[in-house]
């Protein structure tokens, strides 16, 4: 069983990126926190990970224990500059940022320009991102010509403090001593320039995102490919997730491609015909946006979490505590839309009911003992005399048919995910990663055992 937090959490990302950010430098606060404060929060993270750390065929133990004692020290350090700094404000960056008018946040947003001199040494080349909390520019090293990516985050104090939370969850990563960085976008620098924070990482070509947009000419991708792939992202969540840290925004825009370099082929259609096709010359990808990670500990403490809507689990649209979990769902959810080129659940749905509505005829009903235990915390929610299903449209809403006209007919339109994806393996695979029930969710560093895998496993011929 795939361990949850036992207590409801208290706050979202805020406790988390404010406490960990509000730290002067982590590397020295991680030296100086205690041995006692560090074996516990390792015990706890040790609980309900040891399995899944002793999985990571390639993550050394001992290196792991390490990084969990560092991560764990980390937290604590994090956690004490956050008491410390704010000790009322343990809302969310994203909580926060819900309260912030756009427009007030585009005020202090600094957008570099073509020319601009970023930290006196990046050159701006041109925009190539705009997240929630900063823009994303290509530039280049005005010494080496080396091509990176800077964000530059909005000039708000609150962000303000999260100025090298980035930089400082890759620096747990590489002490994991695995080979598994190599799946992170690598983070060069940071610092602070006119008063904006910015971000120096490696530079990737292009998103998932701008894949399956279809933008980039290479859908449908080959099998072969949709496999290494979705190993690679597997491989890297489980990594993060073998050091007790959770992504929390696990995306298509935030898994890149390292390199978007292609190789010309003729493909041959059913009628014979052939057609030229381009597939990428490498599938290498690196997972970019450590902005929302938290530890394990954190996420015990947080109440609900602001990640994006398509790839929430059914425990965050309930608000129950959530852990690990959310990533797998989320890594379920990417490599489906990778296949399928297309969301697996409505793009567009009005509410947190309908979306469950929905997950329930994609996925599956949720089991008896799950919906019971939700309608003790959110009664309503759940019909659960035979087997469990979810009440939709709510009690009452006949009155209001109008309303959920629509909603009813995206409900029904919604298909089982065997009827859309028709790789018996990935099937399998998807089904097991986005199990309704978090408590059943198979931990990533088994689900890369899958037999979906297999493929890669074996030998090619010479
Ligand atoms: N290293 C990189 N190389 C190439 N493009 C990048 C890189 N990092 C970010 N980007 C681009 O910038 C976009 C926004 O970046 P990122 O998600 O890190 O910002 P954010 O403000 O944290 O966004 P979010 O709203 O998702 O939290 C990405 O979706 C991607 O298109």
Redesign the pocket.
Known sequence: MYATPATLPAARSGAAHGGALATTESADATRSADATRSADATRSANATHSAETTGCAETAESANAAAYAHAAAYEDAAAYADAAARPVDLASRARILSLIEPHELWASAYVPTEGDLLLGTYCVQRQ???????T?V?ARHVVTNTA??V?V?HKLDWLHLGVRH?ERVYKLLLRGCSPNISLF?KVLGSGVDQGFSCTV???????I??IIKGGAGLVPLPPAHLCEIANQIMRGVAYLHSLGLIHT?I?P??I?LRRADTVALRQMDGAGVFHPKRILASTAI?I??L??VVTFKQASRMKGLNC?PMYRPPELILGLPWSYGVDTYAVGCVIAELYLLGNLFHAEVASDREHLAIIERVLDRFPLGFAVAVEQQVPGTFHTALAASVIFPPAGAAYNAAKYTFAMQRVLEAEHITARVHDVELVDLLLNLLMVDPAGRIPLHVALRHVYFDKLRRPRAM
């Open positions: 190539i991102g705009r997240g929630s909390f900063g994303v290509r990176v990516a964000k985050l980035e976008a990482f490696e530079l990737c070509d292009l998103t995102c701008d925004d995306k825009d935030n890149a690196c970019i946006d902005g929302g994006a």
